[in-house]
Structures are given as structure tokens and as C-alpha cells.
């Protein structure tokens, strides 16, 4: 060999190439730890927006419990004097409808179902106020019981007409709700439903002389109820999933990254080259 011939490179020995293999086996190990602690620190700030909301839920109800222990306890005693009882039942109601609007959230459903609630009952709310504020439903009742000079007494015309009135009304509207839903036979028992809810409804309100404060105190708790009946009723026709938002608390990418690089290692394992001879 001359002098101005250059030497061939020298193979890696068995030495290096195992420090070369550790060497990529720790950097890929890296890289998957990288991906692992990305997605984790990601599920821990979800869970953390869960665990609060539940939190609330848990600190709502508490406080609603204790709304009506030591709120009960006090209408016991106002109720010799006056009332406070409005408090009570509204501040209870809102404790409801708040819950379940945080429920709603913490399956993901929709905003639309939300709001949508929110405004059916707010709606609600302001309407019946004003019908009730202004005394609506005893006046009618009584222009009613007036116009058919009929012999019942006085003291109870009102109701009376009341409760056939809003039964006959409401006992047609569930037979036609329920009828569309399940046929006939449903409709039977949503007529019988809204008859019975309907009389209950229409002799108190026909019964009753409502003051102004009374009227609005009775359309802002009819509010309150309508609001979380109407959210579960939006959500039925909603189209969402509600495991959606818990799938993504599975570390999904690290878990996929992990088995496409176990079958590339068993590939390799399968191609080295002293199998083949074996093989061969």
C-alpha cells in the first residue's frame, strides 16, 4: 500500500454499536416520556376543571341543605308574624336549576341546551309574573263563574271553575304531547296526567286572590322549575356524546406511539440479519 492511498474507514465494532443502540434506546425513551408528560399535564388540568365543578355541585347542595334546615327553622317561626317562606323555596329552587346546569356541563352538552334552557325559563319567569302580579287567573275565574249564574257558592265558584278549565286545557295538551310520542295508549295517560296537574293548578290559581308581590314571588319559582325541565328536555334531541370529554383523559397519543414503536422493534427483531441465515 503506497503512502497516498488513504486507509478505508474502520468498521464500528460490537462496543460501539451497542453504545449507539443504547444511545437511540434512551433518546426514543426520552420521547416518548416527553409525549407521556405533554398529555398528562393536559388529562390534569381537565380533571382539575371536573373536580371543581363537581366541588361546586357538592358545595351548592350543602348549601342548600343548609338553606333548608336553618331557613325552615326561622319560617317556623316567622310564619306566627309573617313569612319568609318565599326565600326559602326560591333560594332552593335556584340551588336546583344551578345544579343541574353544572351536571349538563360536566357531560359537555351542548351550549344551545344551556342557554336554551336558561331562556325557556326566564321566558317563563317574566310571563307569569306579569299574568299573576296583575291577578289574571282569579279575575277570569270569577268573570267566568259570573257569567253562567250558576248556584254554587260564591265562596267556591272560582276554583271550581278554575279547575275545570285548566283541566279540560291541560288534559288535551298532554293528550296530544303524549300521542305524538307513543300513540294512543300514551296519550290516554299524558290526558289523565294533564287533567289531574291541570285541576290541581286551576282551582288554586282560580281559588286564590293573588297581591302583587305574591303573584310575581309564584312566576319566578314557575320560572325556576321550568328552566332545568326544559334543558333536559333540549338535551334529548341534542346530538352530542357525553363520553366525549372523558375519552380524553386516556394518555390516547402516548398509548398509540408506544405499540407503533413495539411493532418497528419487532419488525427489526424479525429482519436481523443472524435470523435470516438461521432461517435460510
Known amino acids: ?8 474507514p474502520r468498521p464500528p465494532g460490537l462496543r460501539e454499536e451497542f453504545e449507539r443502540t443504547i444511545a437511540a434506546a434512551r433518546a426514543l ?14 388529562i390534569g388540568g381537565e380533571i382539575g376543571r371536573i373536580a371543581a365543578m363537581v366541588g361546586g355541585i357538592v358545595g351548592i347542595g350543602f348549601f342548600m341543605v343548609l338553606l333548608l334546615t336553618v331557613g325552615g327553622a326561622l ?13 326559602i323555596a326560591l333560594g332552593t329552587l335556584i340551588c336546583l336549576a344551578v345544579i343541574v346546569a353544572i351536571a349538563l356541563t360536566i ?15 326566564l321566558a317563563v319567569a317574566v310571563l307569569a309574573a306579569l299574568l299573576l302580579a296583575a291577578d289574571l287567573p282569579h279575575r277570569i275565574a ?15 265558584a272560582t276554583a271550581m271553575v278554575g279547575l275545570v278549565v285548566v283541566g279540560v286545557v291541560l288534559g288535551v295538551i298532554g293528550f296530544v304531547l303524549a300521542a305524538r310520542v307513543g300513540g294512543a295508549s300514551a296519550g290516554i295517560g299524558g290526558a289523565a296526567l294533564g287533567l289531574i296537574a291541570g285541576a290541581l293548578v286551576g282551582a288554586l290559581l282560580g281559588g286564590l286572590h293573588l297581591s302583587r308581590h305574591g303573584g310575581i314571588a309564584i312566576g319566578i319559582a314557575v320560572g325556576l322549575v321550568c328552566w332545568p325541565l326544559a334543558s333536559v328536555a333540549l338535551l334529548r334531541g341534542a346530538s352530542f356524546d357525553p363520553s366525549a370529554r372523558f ?27 443472524g435470523r435470516r441465515s438461521s432461517n435460510a
Do not use: C, N
Open 1 to 8: 500500500m503506497t503512502s497516498g492511498q488513504t486507509q478505508p
Open 29 to 42: 425513551l426520552k420521547a416518548h416520556q416527553a409525549l407521556l408528560q405533554a398529555e398528562l399535564s393536559e
Open 75 to 87: 319560617f317556623l317561626g316567622e310564619w306566627l308574624f309573617g313569612s319568609i317562606a318565599w326565600g
Open 107 to 121: 357531560v359537555a352538552a351542548p351550549r344551545r341546551v344551556l342557554g336554551g334552557g336558561f331562556a325557556v325559563g
Open 142 to 156: 270569577k268573570a267566568l263563574a259570573d257569567g253562567l249564574a250558576s248556584g254554587l257558592d260564591p265562596h267556591w
Open 247 to 273: 375519552r380524553g383523559l386516556w394518555p390516547r397519543e402516548s398509548y398509540e406511539a408506544a405499540l407503533a414503536t413495539k411493532d418497528w422493534l419487532q419488525q427489526r427483531w424479525e429482519e436481523r440479519p
